[in-house]
Nanobody
Framework: QVQLVESGGGLVQTGGSLRLSCLAS????????MGWFRQTPTKEREFVGC????????HLPDSVKGRFTISRDNVKNTLYLQMSNLKPEDTAVYYC????????????????????WGQGTQVTVSL
């Protein structure tokens, strides 16, 4: 069973950048496809990006494409989300998640496809 711990959140001005990290422990990190989601008090948890086991394949929704980059380092057991040109609507708690699924090319966009979740890290973008 893998444990996930996010870090790197904080307060940033509009147009600024942040890099979130998600450190995995207790499992073989490279065996999990990974994803990032975010949630606000008024919205359901929203898909932000996903990456395949080796990192060869990634997918991000249109809402963040061109501004966010997802990557992983299987030696450091760490997932990353590089966020740039941040907007106030990016304000949310960001969660990383690990999937045990092994079909397709390892890109999973649904919350139900992830078995393990971190505790979240707050990102606040001010005007």
């Amino acid at each position: 069973q893998v444990q996930l711990v996010e870090s790197g959140g904080g307060l940033v001005q509009t147009g600024g950048s942040l890099r979130l990290s998600c450190l995995a422990s207790g499992g073989t990190f490279s065996e999990y496809a990974m994803g990032w989601f975010r949630q606000t008090p008024t919205k359901e948890r929203e898909f932000v990006g996903c990456i395949s086991w080796s990192g060869d394949n990634t997918h991000l929704p249109d809402s963040v494409k061109g501004r966010f980059t997802i990557s992983r380092d299987n030696v450091k057991n760490t997932l990353y989300l590089q966020m740039s040109n941040l907007k106030p609507e990016d304000t949310a708690v960001y969660y990383c998640a690990a999937s045990t699924l092994d079909y397709g090319i390892g890109l999973y966009t649904g919350r139900h496809e992830y078995a393990y979740w971190g505790q979240g890290t707050q990102v606040t973008v001010s005007l």
